[in-house]
């Protein structure tokens, strides 16, 4: 299968969409949804969210042979920034020849919280509350009895006192299994349902109740080993100097924000693509940055002498979706989908996290071997010259020549279209 994909890049869309057709892994509806690059309809997108005046495009692509768990997977991506999806096909390729990513799903529950103040006593109501956890899962469970009949449901409670700026909070954390769903509007009716409870166990005032987008009960791992040859002629010196730059991430508040900004070109892109909230990803793993205390770089990179491999790892809350929202209204979101082969919420929590380990390889391999400008100029040179004027016509020719000038820049892809106008 690897060699249908080698050069998929340089070849044009018909072409690409032949190779994905030869690979079978979409239904010809679906192939059909893509040659006939059929997008969101303006009714359906006007019932989705409020005031619509359009619809808004991004560009759809794909990185291929990507191993996670010994399968293969052709990971869609909507991105608008020019060499992030070769950077995560360049160090997918390579993952792909050192065995793959391999994941593991330390568990998918979502957590909720209801925030309660005004409480004279918050050691006994803090006991009240623990004495009637079965009651208040019950009541829980009853707000949403659909859910129960999947085979999820309320699992937990634990409680917390927090004190801030003088006031006393009593804070109540649900815990749900919340199975395919991402769960928002379930834990939201859930907790909204324990408030009256709440109240009146612990003789105090219910401030809120909503999920919480710190997704720590669904951590997910991944891992790859790459033997120092796989990452070229100086594998073993770029190896130790990824090691460097990860310990460097851990180090500098302003490295880290960069170096997880790197992760998150390819974790948004495939969110978005598989039709989930970003927002809420995003709010989760940049929490879960700060976790010890310090906003930290979220990867972990280091060298195993003996072996001879660069070790990789991330773990990262991943409570992504397979149904519910926009999953089942996009037409591209199904394409996304079904190239994935519609997988289930962990197993995209997996590809997921694998693809921001391997968005974040390919960054560090660049800054630390020949800089980040070399390959990721190269690239943005087409955007370049569209702003400057190219059209289909000219962009290859002008592109080539952009590539060559000292100053790739605006002003020069400017001066170059000017002579292919003229
Ligand atoms: P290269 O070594 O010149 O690539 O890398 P190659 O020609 O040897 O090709 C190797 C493979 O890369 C190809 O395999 C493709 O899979 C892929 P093949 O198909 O030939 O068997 N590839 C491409 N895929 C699609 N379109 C292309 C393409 N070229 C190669 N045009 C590359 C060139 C740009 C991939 C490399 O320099 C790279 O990975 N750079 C990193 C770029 C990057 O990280 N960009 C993200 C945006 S910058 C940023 O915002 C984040 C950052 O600040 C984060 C941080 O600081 O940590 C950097």
Not at 169 to 188: H, K, P, R, S, W
Not at 195 to 211: D, P, Q, R, Y
Not at 213 to 242: D, Q
Request: glycine share 8%; aromatic share 6%; net charge negative.
């Amino acid at each position: 299968m690897e060699k249908i994909w080698s050069g998929f890049y340089k070849k044009n869309i018909n072409e690409r969409l032949e190779v994905i057709e030869q690979a079978d892994i979409l239904s010809e509806e679906y192939l059909s949804v893509l040659r006939n690059n059929e997008v969101l309809d303006f009714d359906m997108a006007n019932n989705m969210v409020e005031n619509v005046i359009g619809t808004f495009s991004l560009p759809f692509s794909v990185v291929p042979n990507f191993i996670v768990d010994n399968k293969e997977y052709v990971v869609p991506f909507i991105t608008e920034e020019p060499s992030v999806v070769a950077a995560c096909s360049n160090a997918g390729k390579i993952v792909a020849k050192s065995g793959g990513f391999k994941t593991e799903v330390l568990d998918r529950k979502m957590i909720g919280h209801v925030a309660l103040y005004n409480i004279a006593n918050t050691v006994e109501a803090v006991e009240r509350i623990l004495q009637s956890k079965d009651l208040l899962l019950k009541t829980a469970d009853e707000a949403y009895p659909s859910i129960v009949a999947r085979g999820g449901g309320a699992r937990d409670i634990e409680v917390k006192v927090l004190s801030e700026d003088g006031t006393d909070f009593v804070v109540v954390y649900l815990i749900v299994d919340t199975l395919e769903a991402m769960g928002a509007n379930m834990l939201n009716t859930m907790l909204e349902a324990l408030k009256f409870s709440l109240e009146s166990l612990t003789e105090g005032v219910a401030l809120m109740a909503i999920l919480s987008n710190y997704a720590t009960r669904s951590l997910v791992t991944a891992k790859c080993a790459i033997p120092f040859e796989n990452l070229g002629e100086n594998g073993e010196y770029l190896a130790k100097r990824i090691e460097l730059a990860s310990k460097f991430a851990k180090a500098d508040v302003y490295r880290a924000a960069t170096h997880n900004k790197g992760i998150f070109n390819g974790i948004d892109s495939v969110v978005i693509a598989s039709g989930n909230d970003w927002r809420a990803i995003e709010a989760s793993c940049q929490s879960y940055a700060a976790k010890d205390g310090k906003y930290q770089g979220l990867s972990t990179w280091r060298c195993d002498e003996e072996a001879k491999m660069l070790i990789g790892g991330i773990t990262l809350p991943m409570p992504v979706a397979s149904v519910g929202g926009s999953i089942g209204i996009n037409p591209t979101v199904k394409v996304a989908r079904g190239l994935l082969n519609n997988p289930d919420a962990k197993t995209l929590a997996s590809i997921l996290v694998s693809v921001g380990l391997a968005q974040n390889l390919a960054a560090l391999k660049a800054l630390v071997g020949d800089g980040i400008q070399k390959g990721h100029m190269k690239l943005h040179a087409k955007s370049l010259a569209i702003l400057a004027g190219a059209t289909n016509d000219n962009i290859e020719l002008i592109v080539e020549e952009l590539r060559k000038e000292k100053h790739m820049n605006l002003a020069s892809a400017k001066k170059i279209v000017e002579k292919y106008n003229k």
